[in-house]
DNA sequence: TGACATACCTCGAGTTCCTAGGTATAATAT
DNA sequence: ATATTATACCTAGGAACTCGAGGTATGTCA
């Protein structure tokens, strides 16, 4: 991570659940996703992207299936299901009110620099 | 932390520095202020805390002197230095840029809920 | 045939936060 | 007077998370 890795903590169910929201799609390539969406700022590694797709799937918030790509190499794929629509939605909120409280806390200190 | 902990990971330091730009503060207040300026969404415990502000005056970003409180304790106030300014803005452009990095994943994702 | 990119995985180390405990003093209640 | 609570500081150990480094396997290209 480039900026700062630690401030990824927490985040980073939001981020794949948030990819996943948008289609099905397979672990190297929501690497790359990320790095695309994100301007760089993100590059998750996947020591870090395989066990949470793995927890997330134990817990029923994502499926697997396996299918071919037309390389001919077998990839696996990850759908998100409703429980994983609920906890985006919620995980989605956590931010949300997060963000906003770090904002506060910043606007009430010295003035920003530019 | 009530909204996932997990989420404070890296921002402890930017948020100290703020409070600290704002004027001398001991940690007991810290922590009160925090509470309140973020409405009641951080609460920052004490095992966190202090071991940041030691690392904090180690690294020399800022300074602590002791001042008695009109109640007859002894306090322990935390000055922030030049240095800890300039780290204070480093941190300040990391969060901004991450926040707007996860933004941007967000926003490409399912449309935002309610 | 060898080198590289793709694609998956896991283990161990490092970092960070919190829980739980400790110490001490001032204010308040009994 | 005494016990309890609030203030104010601190630390050690565990839990959670990420990453670096390594492993396996297949497809592509020189």
Known sequence: M???KSLLS???TLLVLSLL???DKYGYQ???ELEEKSDHTFSMKEGTLYPILH???KSGA????EKEAP???TRKYYHITKKGLRLLGEKKEEWASFSQAVNAVLAGSAPAMA
């Open 21 to 23: 929201s948008g289609g």
């Open 30 to 32: 929501m690497i790359a």
């Open 71 to 73: 390389t001919g190499r």
């Open 10 to 12: 927490g985040s980073t």
């Open 62 to 65: 994502v499926e697997s299936y």
């Open 55 to 57: 927890t997330l799937e």
């Open 2 to 4: 480039k900026a700062d």
